[in-house]
């Protein structure tokens, strides 16, 4: 079914359409209708309960532990620099968090039908055992090329959907998830900064620290994350495989969310840096830099969640995004001074929340329930090429100055945002609705 023709009304159209299926499915004749309407009853996500919460915990854990870790790249950037780096250029030391960040989506199709087949448990323990592993290497790690093989690629973990317990609070329950990765990134850089500082432990155990406590929480995580449905072996049509790039608004939402995410990361990945060398804060203070921006984000993820059910993910989505584009050029480029860098961190983080808050509901609202999974694989997928390009490509601008670069993440998160909302409007038909 091609959704770039419907008309969806409500808040939801990506419920509206798989419920139009499900009944369709089950009307066998005007006699069934009552039947009908009670196995749709018993088959819509329970919007709650003891074992919806429990994904939601463990789905909380993994996003502490995998964006969580993304959101502290800032200071891996600054202490390669400073200490066992500090002879390569910005650009050349920016692959390792970027090639992390893009294998944490690069193999988003993979894992999203993998996902559908079997379920979340097999691809948290396989990520958690790949996750602990790089880090434990990067612990050990002295050289360019061993930074690169062990945090760069093997500490690159899977996240879990939790959209089949949720439909009419599933913004509520995915902001709360995500919120994992605020809390991640408040303390993995103030833990790191403070355990690396510290001569009795250092780099290699602030690193093994951090995969003993990834490790403690993806047992969690695994003990409590499952599907609603039990998840049936299966192969997908070629036609299912396909049929994302056959649906033009679909694909103009997957070019918005890649524009967008040059513009959300750019300043994730060079705040520390530039507070500490254009507005010459003290190297503490500009590593802390990375903890205000997260903290921010807490509570910009969780009223992006809680407003998404009310006036529609997209528009929530796009409404905030579009602000972190404005906060970045009207914010970031006259912030050339402590104070101003601060506010800066506020309110960015507090607007850019948003992005990782929600950007998985909108495929996730727009396609067929058995295959969420492999859909949401393939915007992460579209994510990983500017994710694994924007550290090195910011670092080719910065050569030119830091006003450049402000201005590089500024209009892209200011063009992403037009570029979804115009998704928005072909999949609603109109410039307003709640979607």
């Known amino acids: 079914m091609l959704f770039g023709k419907a008309e969806p009304a409500g808040s939801d159209a990506g419920d509206d359409f798989q419920r139009a299926a499900d009944e369709s499915q089950l009307s066998h004749g005007p006699g069934n209708k009552s039947d009908n309407e ?3 009853e018993d088959d ?7 074992a919806a919460w429990l994904v939601v915990l463990g789905g909380w854990c993994c996003s502490f532990n995998s964006m969580g870790w993304m959101n502290s790249v800032g200071v891996f950037q600054q202490y390669y620099e400073a200490v066992p780096l500090k002879g390569y250029d910005p650009s050349t030391i920016s692959w390792i968090p970027s090639l992390e960040i893009f294998f944490l989506f690069f193999l988003g199709p993979v894992v999203g039908i993998l ?3 079997y379920g979340p448990r097999p691809l948290i323990i396989v990520g958690t055992f790949f996750h602990v592993f790089g880090l434990m290497m990067a612990s050990l790690a ?15 973990i899977v996240l879990a959907c939790i959209s089949t317990w949720f439909s009419q609070r599933r913004g509520v329950a995915l902001g709360i998830m995500v919120t994992g990765s605020s809390v ?6 103030i833990m790191l900064t403070q355990l690396i500082q510290n001569e009795s432990t250092g780099y290699p155990w602030a690193i093994r620290i951090a995969a003993f406590l990834v490790l403690a929480l993806q047992i969690v995580a695994i003990l409590t994350v499952r599907p609603r449905n039990k998840p049936v072996p299966k192969k997908m049509p070629a036609g299912a495989l396909a049929a994302p790039f056959k649906e033009f608004p679909f694909i103009m939402m997957m070019l918005g969310i890649f524009v967008l995410t040059f513009g959300i990361f ?4 060079y705040l520390a840096l530039q507070g500490f060398r254009e507005a010459h804060m003290s190297v503490d203070m500009s590593l802390y830099l990375v903890s205000i921006f997260n903290a921010a984000s807490l509570f910009g993820r969780l009223g992006a969640g809680y407003w998404a059910d009310f006036a529609g993910r997209w528009n929530v989505f796009i409404i905030a995004c579009a602000l972190s584009g404005i906060a970045e050029l009207a914010l970031w480029i006259p912030a050339t001074y402590e104070s101003a860098v601060i506010g800066f961190a506020v309110m960015f983080g507090f607007t850019s929340g948003a992005f990782i808050g929600l950007f998985a509901a909108l495929p996730a609202s727009v396609s067929p329930e058995p295959e969420i999974g492999y859909r949401m694989g393939v915007v992460m997928l579209f994510i990983s090429i500017p994710a ?14 830091w006003l450049n670069v402000k201005i590089f993440g500024g209009v892209m998160s200011l063009a992403g945002s037009a570029i979804v909302l115009y998704a928005r409007v072909l999949y609603t038909k109109k410039f307003w609705a709640a979607f």
């Open 38 to 40: 009670a196995q749709l």
């Open 44 to 50: 819509a996500p329970p919007d709650g309960g003891t």
């Open 115 to 117: 996902f559908d087949k």
């Open 142 to 156: 002295t050289t360019y090329y061993q930074f690169i093989l062990s945090q760069g690629i093997c500490s690159a």
């Open 184 to 189: 991640g990134g408040v303390i993995f850089p």
């Open 266 to 269: 750019i300043p994730v990945n």
């Open 388 to 401: 694994l390009t924007m550290g090195p490509i910011g670092g080719q601008i910065l050569q030119s100055g």
